[in-house]
């Protein structure tokens, strides 16, 4: 599917390719890993523009189509769902095809074409693909004008996975996900039938939904079977057997020099000298992978507080006096709280989380903190709040004006900051290390209370490797809202579920919340079915959801089967059809018989969903 051959590529003169090689096989899902600035995004870049050049490094199958997201849906009139079918281009041209067809064969072949499409029932697979990366089915019909940036990207994405291409490119496709969305996309590039290429630093995602791992380092490609760990696994494996035969390597070394010390000046044993010195100069130095070091995160112990740190009582949250988007909020922090909020986006973690942090004023009930808790707020809107055009330096310095030039140094390089980077201004820093200055800034105050909202989006594995261990150390409460299974897993205890206006603890982990998630069938990938008899997690606060959006993904399939039966019915009613056009008349007969197996799928779905939801 995917051939790269002796690759080269310089950016302003430093190399980010050298003479690098990797082949893909067709079907393979396959993660793309390396550190941040390694070229991982110009790599994703020169395959999208090189595929389809003669005698380029990098090849394709012939015919095969690419799919990848290069920018959000643009803000238009059109309704999100039809701007989402677009992205197919072929079956849209095909649609537009059979309304003005004439010709009784070309009329047979665009429709033999739309079946082995599955076009007949496009917007249903659409309709899932939306409702599983987090729209409301009521969304669909809604201009995209209407949706912020990082909605209109996840449309982007949704149109991509709609077009199902023959190789499907992905960078990032999570930093504007949830937890739902990403662990539905997961299910989803899983079962994808085709070819896949991810850039991901969400390790989970990684490790559950790829078959190999193509590793971008020291300028080469290499790729190894099996996910993220099993690369980690296979990497430590190598640089074990590398380390032991430098150590021998180095023995016979020391061996030969002592030799060639000892007997070079004797006539006697010269002839053995220049043997071993020949010996030495043909030995081939065995080098050991360089070890990039990450720089650490550091979160300063406050003073231990007694509990509770902060207390809701009765509290209506949200923006606008009489419009709650939270009521009924009664909960409590203690000081050595590890809570991760869950729930949809859109349900009001951000809003909770900035309640809780008297970022946000209350709209009615009673907020109680101790008068001593320091809290540290972290969010990624806090970006555009670095002040553009002062350098870290600076930022640093603003903390503790009185602070000597020396002092202010060594906290920025407490925080990662060295030398190199001390007087970069903000606006050259990558993401990660806006994230790195952020939490940097917010950790110098000492925080009882550690509240990081999405912190991760901007930082490699690593980097979210020494987060976790940093967040491990903290002596204080931590309050998470993250997309990252991994991150989540390995720094809380507790869950708070956000959904429907309301706030309550979810008694079971995170893996039981996923499945949860993944039972509501959203995933309809192309010529998937609905299986009703899946199980539904009897937890009642989650199970009315799951089970509406069953129901919604079952109407439209519905509506589309029933339409097309219509259609396809209204056509073999034509009694001259079978002795003008017999080739079509089969056509149809079949693609009637492949809709009412739909129906039939979606009905039974629909039946199981509303029993249940009655229930």
């Given at each position: 599917?995917?051939?790269?051959?002796?690759?080269?590529?310089?950016?302003?003169?430093?190399?980010?390719?050298?003479?690098?090689?990797?082949?893909?096989?067709?079907?393979?899902?396959?993660?793309?890993?390396?550190?941040?600035?390694?070229?991982?995004?110009?790599?994703?870049?020169?395959?999208?523009?090189?595929?389809?050049?003669?005698?380029?490094?990098?090849?394709?199958?012939?015919?095969?189509?690419?799919?990848?997201?290069a920018q959000e849906i643009p803000p238009v009139a059109d309704a999100l769902l039809e701007?989402?079918?677009?992205?197919?281009?072929?079956?849209?041209?095909?649609?537009?095809?059979?309304?003005?067809?004439?010709?009784?064969?070309?009329?047979?072949?665009?429709?033999?074409?739309?079946g082995e499409l599955d076009g007949y029932s496009a917007e249903a697979r659409a309709s899932?693909?939306?409702?599983?990366?987090?729209?409301?089915?009521?969304?669909?019909?809604?201009?995209?004008?209407?949706?912020?940036?990082?909605?209109?990207?996840?449309?982007?994405?949704?149109?991509?996975?709609?077009?199902?291409?023959?190789?499907?490119?992905?960078?990032?496709?999570?930093?504007?996900?949830?937890?739902?969305?990403?662990?539905?996309?997961?299910?989803?590039?899983?079962?994808?039938?085709?070819?896949?290429?991810?850039?991901?630093?969400?390790?989970?995602?990684?490790?559950?939904?790829?078959?190999?791992?193509?590793?971008?380092?020291?300028?080469?490609?290499?790729?190894?079977?099996?996910?993220?760990?099993?690369?980690?696994?296979?990497?430590?494996?190598?640089?074990?057997?590398?380390?032991?035969?430098?150590?021998?390597?180095?023995?016979?070394?020391?061996?030969?020099?002592?030799?060639?010390?000892?007997?070079?000046?004797?006539?006697?044993?010269?002839?053995?000298?220049?043997?071993?010195?020949?010996?030495?100069?043909?030995?081939?130095?065995?080098?050991?992978?360089?070890?990039?070091?990450?720089?650490?995160?550091?979160?300063?112990?406050?003073?231990?507080?007694?509990?509770?740190?902060?207390?809701?009582?009765?509290?209506?949250?949200?923006?606008?006096?009489?419009?709650?988007?939270?009521?009924?909020?009664?909960?409590?922090?203690?000081?050595?709280?590890?809570?991760?909020?869950?729930?949809?986006?859109?349900?009001?973690k951000t809003t909770l989380v900035k309640s809780i942090a008297a970022k946000l004023p209350?709209?009615?009930?009673?907020?109680?903190?101790?008068?001593?808790?320091?809290?540290?707020?972290?969010?990624?809107?806090?970006?555009?709040?670095?002040?553009?055009?002062?350098?870290?330096?600076?930022?640093?310095?603003?903390?503790?004006?009185?602070?000597?030039?020396?002092?202010?140094?060594?906290?920025?390089?407490?925080?990662?900051?060295?030398?190199?980077?001390?007087?970069?201004?903000?606006?050259?820093?990558?993401?990660?290390?806006?994230?790195?200055?952020?939490?940097?800034?917010?950790?110098?105050?000492?925080?009882?209370?550690?509240?990081?909202?999405?912190?991760?989006?901007?930082?490699?594995?690593?980097?979210?490797?020494?987060?976790?261990?940093?967040?491990?150390?903290?002596?204080?409460?931590?309050?998470?809202?993250?997309?990252?299974?991994?991150?989540?897993?390995?720094?809380?205890?507790?869950?708070?579920?956000?959904?429907?206006?309301?706030?309550?603890?979810?008694?079971?982990?995170?893996?039981?919340?996923?499945?949860?998630?993944?039972?509501?069938?959203?995933?309809?990938?192309?010529?998937?079915?609905?299986?009703?008899?899946?199980?539904?997690?009897?937890?009642?606060?989650?199970?009315?959801?799951?089970?509406?959006?069953?129901?919604?993904?079952?109407?439209?399939?519905?509506?589309?089967?029933?339409?097309?039966?219509?259609?396809?019915?209204?056509?073999?009613?034509?009694?001259?059809?079978?002795?003008?056009?017999?080739?079509?008349?089969?056509?149809?007969?079949?693609?009637?018989?492949?809709?009412?197996?739909?129906?039939?799928?979606?009905?039974?779905?629909?039946?199981?969903?509303?029993?249940?939801?009655?229930?």
């Amino acid at each position: 599917m995917l051939e790269i051959t002796d690759l080269t590529y310089r950016i302003g003169g430093r190399p980010l390719l050298e003479n690098a090689s990797a082949f893909i096989a067709e079907g393979w899902k396959v993660g793309l890993v390396g550190k941040n600035g390694s070229g991982k995004t110009t790599l994703l870049r020169l395959i999208r523009e090189e595929a389809g050049e003669q005698g380029a490094s990098v090849r394709t199958r012939r015919g095969a189509r690419l799919g990848f997201v290069a920018q959000e849906i643009p803000p238009v009139a059109d309704a999100l769902l039809e701007v989402v079918l677009a992205a197919d281009m072929e079956l849209s041209a095909l649609n537009r095809e059979a309304e003005t067809a004439t010709d009784p064969q070309r009329i047979a072949d665009i429709h033999i074409r739309l079946g082995e499409l599955d076009g007949y029932s496009a917007e249903a697979r659409a309709s899932a693909i939306l409702v599983g990366l987090g729209f409301e089915q009521q969304d669909l019909a809604r201009p995209a004008r209407e949706f912020s940036g990082g909605w209109r990207m996840r449309a982007a994405l949704a149109g991509v996975l709609f077009s199902t291409p023959d190789l499907l490119i992905l960078d990032e496709p999570t930093n504007y996900l949830d937890l739902e969305g990403a662990a539905w996309l997961e299910e989803y590039l899983r079962d994808y039938p085709h070819t896949v290429l991810v850039v991901s630093h969400d390790r989970e995602m990684l490790n559950r939904s790829v078959t190999h791992i193509l590793a971008l380092d020291e300028r080469r490609l290499e790729v190894f079977a099996g996910g993220y760990d099993a690369y980690l696994k296979k990497r430590a494996e190598r640089l074990s057997l590398a380390t032991s035969m430098k150590s021998k390597q180095d023995a016979q070394r020391a061996h030969l020099q002592s030799f060639i010390d000892r007997f070079r000046a004797k006539a006697s044993k010269a002839r053995q000298a220049q043997s071993r010195i020949k010996q030495l100069e043909k030995m081939q130095d065995i080098a050991l992978p360089l070890e990039s070091r990450t720089i650490p995160f550091h979160f300063e112990d406050a003073s231990t507080l007694a509990s509770p740190l902060v207390v809701l009582d009765e509290c209506e949250l949200g923006y606008a006096t009489g419009k709650p988007v939270l009521s009924k909020v009664s909960l409590r922090l203690d000081h050595d709280d590890r809570i991760v909020v869950i729930g949809p986006n859109g349900q009001g973690k951000t809003t909770l989380v900035k309640s809780i942090a008297a970022k946000l004023p209350l709209l009615a009930g009673k907020r109680v903190a101790s008068g001593k808790a320091v809290m540290g707020y972290f969010s990624q809107d806090q970006l555009d709040q670095l002040r553009e055009g002062e350098s870290v330096f600076e930022h640093v310095r603003a903390l503790e004006p009185d602070w000597a030039p020396p002092k202010v140094r060594s906290r920025a390089a407490r925080m990662g900051f060295g030398t190199e980077k001390i007087d970069t201004k903000v606006q050259d820093l990558s993401g990660g290390e806006k994230v790195r200055l952020l939490l940097g800034l917010m950790a110098h105050a000492k925080p009882h209370v550690l509240i990081l909202d999405e912190p991760t989006s901007h930082l490699d594995i690593d980097s979210r490797e020494a987060l976790i261990h940093a967040i491990n150390d903290f002596q204080g409460a931590v309050l998470l809202i993250t997309h990252d299974i991994y991150l989540a897993e390995a720094c809380a205890d507790r869950l708070w579920l956000v959904y429907h206006g309301r706030v309550r603890p979810y008694d079971g982990d995170l893996e039981d919340y996923r499945k949860l998630v993944l039972s509501t069938d959203r995933s309809l990938a192309r010529g998937g079915k609905v299986e009703p008899s899946r199980t539904i997690a009897k937890t009642p606060s989650i199970s009315a959801y799951a089970l509406k959006q069953r129901l919604a993904a079952a109407e439209a399939e519905m509506e589309q089967a029933q339409a097309a039966i219509a259609r396809v019915d209204a056509a073999l009613a034509d009694p001259e059809l079978y002795a003008n056009d017999p080739t079509r008349a089969a056509s149809l007969s079949r693609e009637r018989a492949g809709a009412a197996a739909a129906l039939e799928s979606a009905e039974a779905a629909w039946l199981a969903a509303s029993d249940a939801l009655s229930g």
